[in-house]
């Protein structure tokens, strides 16, 4: 069987990524695993025969780093017809690869795909406030979804080619939402595969640059896709969430960060989009 390629974007987490690389080892399915490093202090000793690493010099982003491993297999007719990507801390059960891939060969207009991570939640796009999560309505299987998470996820070939890969505007956060979009609008289906396990017990960091993505890219991501009056409802929302939060601190979400978000709403409005403004990826 060709081995699957896999893509693993990663960033000062040595031993989160030799974690993540040795669950990818233990797949069913073989693999072929790049790494792309978001210019990290140290990298960990991982290149072999299976694994390849890509230094990228700079922290250039989960999405841009993302692109440098799809085109690298674009570029490569005979990398077969799937490429996975992960973060550096995303860990597969040992079946995930394959159950994925069994459920999507029954599936042939599915571009885009995601494991699971056990929440019993579907990503969804809401056309105000662009990717959100509602409860799921298939417990196994193909969930269809409104966009795939980031987590782990598979990308078809056909679909690359037809539609791109990932907008480098969005930096890190809603790329995969807007992904999906210009995949359904070219006619390509985007699910979530039941049963398909995959955990990401590292998640959350108190980095403002959160805060900022997450809203910037949110309010890129509604006017790109559902139109200027939409983004402007979206923005006074925005404006309304921090208001409030201002005044109510058990309003405030998890990542909420007063700089982060008037710096976020300034530069959706300047157009200033890709990384952040750097002191805001310094951790609180």
């Given amino acids: 069987m060709q081995p699957l390629s896999v893509i693993l974007v990663h960033r000062d987490q040595p031993e989160r990524l030799v974690d993540t ?47 440098v491993g799809y085109r690298a297999f674009l570029a490569d007719e005979n990398a077969g017809e799937w490429v996975v990507l992960a973060p550096h801390d995303a860990l597969p059960e040992s079946t995930c690869l394959s159950h994925m891939l ?13 494991a699971d991570v056990g929440d019993g939640m579907t990503p969804v796009i809401d056309p105000y406030f662009g990717g959100i999560l509602v409860p799921g309505s298939v417990d196994e299987g193909w969930q269809p979804v409104g966009h795939p998470h980031g987590t782990l996820m598979l990308a078809r ?29 070219a006619g390509w289906e985007s699910g979530l595969v039941r049963g398909a396990m995959v955990k990401n017990p590292w998640v959350g960091s108190t980095s403002a640059a959160i805060d900022y993505l997450q809203l910037r890219n949110t309010l890129l991501l509604v006017r790109e896709h559902s139109g200027r009056y939409h ?43 890709g990384p952040p403004p750097p002191h805001l990826l310094v951790k609180r």
């Fill in 231 to 273: 983004a402007f409802i979206r923005f006074c929302v925005a404006l309304w969430h921090l208001a409030s939060g201002m005044v109510v601190p058990a309003r405030r979400g998890p990542y909420w960060n007063l700089e982060g978000r008037l710096r976020g709403l300034v530069d959706f409005l300047r157009g200033r989009y």
């Fill in 102 to 114: 069994g459920v999507l060969a029954r599936r042939p207009r599915a571009g885009l795909a995601c």
């Fill in 157 to 185: 070939r056909a679909c690359l080619d037809e539609i791109g890969i990932f907008d480098e505007r969005y930096f890190a956060y809603c790329e995969e939402a807007d992904l999906a979009l210009r995949a359904r609008d």
């Fill in 21 to 67: 690389i040795d669950a990818f080892r233990a797949q069913d399915v073989p693999v072929r695993i790049t790494v792309v490093d978001n210019g990290s202090v140290a990298m960990p000793p991982v290149e072999a025969a299976d694994v390849a690493v890509v230094l990228a010099g700079s922290n250039l982003g989960f999405g841009p780093a993302a692109n």
